[in-house]
């Protein structure tokens, strides 16, 4: 079974500053299918990139995903005020089929 | 604008079913390019894969829960769902049902708002 695990556990960062955000996958994820999805408190997820890079509608250009194999990568450039949220990583697979990461909380310094 | 909608019972008993339904609107739920999700999330935690159901009914289960979940899908009313027997406290949680586009990359795009479901005496 593919387990993912995210580091750091807690990002403090100011305004205007570049988050990067680690997952990392117990063996290869296939085919690419890697997500990354921002949670603020009281919500549900939102879909921020699809198979490892892509952009999910609406998704300001600010967000970026980049990796592959076993290494992922979400980096947030210049943070705005409304990115402070968790964010979590999530593989498509076969076994299991779906699973996420334990999350990355970005939080204000 | 394709909306999912979680509605069931908020409170349920231990050793009780958990039982929640998520309906689709503006958009077919029979549609082959998309499967169907629940996660849950216990208060304060990460996300948590239940379970998948495709169009065709075929499922897919976490191996934790596979002995008591039970997801369905039901075309003619445009939605599916959940089915989770002889609860505990720890299946506490906010459930999610989501939409999973094999477009997007098996992305989950589109997500209810979540349903609190207490499980206690």
């Known amino acids: 079974d593919i387990v993912l695990t995210q580091s750091p556990g807690t990002l403090s960062l100011s305004p205007g500053e570049r988050a990067t955000l680690s997952c990392r996958a117990s063996q290869s994820v296939t085919g690419n299918f890697l997500a990354w999805y921002q949670q603020k408190p009281g919500q549900a997820p939102r879909l921020l990139i699809y198979g490892v890079a892509g952009r999910a509608t609406g998704i300001p250009d600010r967000f970026s995903g980049s990796g592959s194999g076993t290494e992922f990568t979400l980096t947030i450039n210049r943070l705005e005020p409304e990115d402070f949220a968790v964010y979590y990583c999530q593989q498509y697979g076969s076994s299991p089929p779906i699973s996420f990461g334990p999350g990355t909380r970005v939080d204000l310094k | 604008q394709l909306q999912l909608q979680e509605s069931g019972p908020g409170l349920v008993k231990p050793s009780e079913t958990l039982s929640l339904n998520c309906t689709v609107f503006h958009d077919s739920i029979r549609s082959s390019h998309y499967y169907w999700v629940w996660v849950r999330q216990a208060p304060g935690k990460g996300l948590e894969w239940i379970g998948t159901v495709y169009n065709s009914g075929d499922t897919k289960y976490n191996p934790s829960l596979k002995s008591r979940v039970t997801i369905s899908i039901d075309p003619s009313k445009n939605h599916f769902s959940l089915r989770l027997r002889s609860v505990i406290v720890a299946d506490t949680a906010v459930y999610y049902c989501?939409?999973?586009?094999?477009?997007?990359?098996?992305?989950?795009?589109?997500w209810g708002q979540g349903k609190l479901v207490t499980v206690s005496s």
């Open positions: 989501a939409r999973c586009d094999t477009s997007y990359w098996y992305g989950l795009d589109y």
